[in-house]
């Protein structure tokens, strides 16, 4: 309810907005484009991510909760439904995934298989299971800002969820709290690290980090 | 189809793989279907799931927590505010029920009524509760139940008001609290047929000065009745002496002493 008071409420102090505050423009193509095709490495949508999981200057987001490839065209509906939806003068906006740069070929529809590679057709961003996309912030109260950053979650390819520090934080301490609370004395973790009734024979060497919570891209929220 | 792997001596080592790995049907790791998995796999996720921890009494045999999250608002506490004000403000209050009606009506019955003085008000019920609980108004709570909408005015235009809510039967008048007493729907059509405050002044004044006027008629009521029976006597006295005039004039001067004295 209260940020419904925006007009009687003095702005907040501790947020600077940039000079920018819209979304940058992401290219198609990046500026050097690759000349040598890549292999497709689908490591880089499996498990956990390493970087963009915390907030930095905003203070609502978008969090993947689970892998994918963000191509242009998802750049421009996201830049452009929040640029849309956003007050430039009271809020900002910032990426927090780089502009494609992974190259994906594609081969002529309609021929038979052979021939070699394909040539480049487009480029995508790789994006991994809590990453956060996209950070929001400002004079503004999460009630604003939550109801277009879903509408952008639900477009995406991969599940997501419009997350603020305050929710973020408390669905880390929320998961801490179930694993240390689980009433079952097997977990996934300790199987695989025993190697209990040879279950490592049907597991992959990646299951001892991912500890079963996550299979391919998706990632599984309900388990420990 | 196995696979073999590890190399010589590969389970003295730190990250040791085992002899046999499973591999069939060439999908790889990553795909964009959900992968099926190795039934002993699916065995293994199912053994190894989260279990709730359960209290010792289940809380469905306890009495249910009645949690009152009061997140003290901004917001709520602006209306609260502009609640007391309205009822301080303003010298008639009058609580109507509130049956959807269509826009246009609406606004009319609003414009005929601002005529008049009187605004529309919408107030949250779980917010003037509390209010009027602490304040004065207590006896106005049983009231504030379902939709309604309070009229405020800082004059009392009972009969104009009942004129306008008559003309818009979606609005029934349930109580109203005028210069701080609780008036019933009777109570404000009754006040409504009272005239207006000048005129009740003028009334009692005039009542109050019947009396003293009459004062001065009474004390001089027995002097005012003997200058009418003198008067009355003389009319009299000269009607008998044109009757008769060839009569002596003493003759009829004996007779009426004694009527003098007879009406004395």
Avoid at chain 2, 67 to 84: K, M, P, S, W
């Amino acid at each position: 309810m209260c940020w419904r008071l925006r007009r009687f409420l003095a702005p907040r102090e501790d947020v600077t907005l940039p000079e920018r505050t819209k979304l940058k423009f992401m290219d198609k193509v990046p500026a050097v484009p690759k000349v040598r095709r890549e292999p497709r490495r689908l490591r880089d949508i499996r498990g956990p991510s390493r970087e963009a999981t915390e907030f930095t200057q905003g203070q609502y987001g978008i969090l993947a909760l689970g892998g994918g490839y963000l191509h242009w065209g998802h750049f421009e509906m996201i830049r452009l439904t929040i640029g849309r939806c956003m007050d430039p003068k009271t809020m900002f906006a910032v990426w927090r995934v780089p502009a494609p740069y992974k190259p994906i070929t594609r081969k002529s529809l309609g021929h038979r298989m052979g021939g070699g590679k394909g040539p480049i057709d487009h480029y995508v961003t790789a994006v991994k299971s809590g990453r956060l996309v996209v950070e929001v912030g400002g004079h503004c109260e999460f009630g604003e800002v939550k109801h277009f950053l879903e509408r952008v979650a639900r477009k995406l390819p991969f599940p997501a969820a419009a997350v603020s520090r305050n929710t973020l934080q408390h669905m880390q301490e929320e998961e801490e709290e179930k694993r240390l609370n689980n009433q079952n004395p097997w977990t996934f973790e300790r199987v695989v690290t025993g190697n209990m009734l040879g279950m490592r024979k049907y597991l992959s060497p990646y299951d001892l980090r991912f500890k079963g919570r996550y299979w391919g891209k998706f990632f599984l929220k309900h388990r420990v | 189809m196995a696979a073999l792997g590890g190399g010589s001596g590969g389970q003295w080592r730190q990250g040791w793989l085992p002899v046999l790995q499973l591999i069939r049907h060439g999908s790889k790791a990553v795909t964009r279907h959900w992968k099926a998995m190795h039934f002993q796999r699916q065995k293994l996720m199912a053994v190894t799931e989260y279990l709730a921890p359960k209290p010792p009494i289940p809380e469905q045999c306890l009495p249910p927590k009645k949690q009152i999250v009061e997140e003290d608002d901004g917001y709520v506490r602006l209306l609260r505010r502009q609640v007391a004000e309205a009822f301080r403000d303003n010298r008639m209050i009058v609580v109507c029920q509130y049956n959807p009606m269509a826009n246009e009506d609406m606004l009319l019955m609003r414009h005929y009524l601002r005529k008049h003085n009187i605004e529309v008000k919408f107030f949250l019920n779980e917010i003037v509760r509390p209010v009027l609980s602490q304040s004065k108004y207590k006896n106005l709570l049983p009231l504030f139940v379902g939709r309604n909408i309070v009229l405020v005015s800082p004059e009392t235009k009972a009969k104009e008001m009942l004129r306008v809510l008559r003309s818009v039967p979606q609005i029934n008048l349930l109580g109203a609290c005028i210069d701080d007493t609780i008036l019933s729907k009777k109570g404000v059509e009754n006040f409504a047929k009272l005239p207006s405050l000048e005129a009740s002044q003028g009334q009692t004044v005039g009542a109050l000065a019947l009396l003293p006027s009459q004062t001065c008629s009474l004390l001089q009521r027995g002097s005012v009745r003997l200058t009418a029976l003198l008067d009355e006597y003389i009319r009299q006295l000269q009607a008998g002496a044109e009757v008769t005039p060839g009569s002596p004039g003493g003759n009829p001067a004996k007779p009426v002493p004694s009527q003098s004295s007879e009406a004395h």
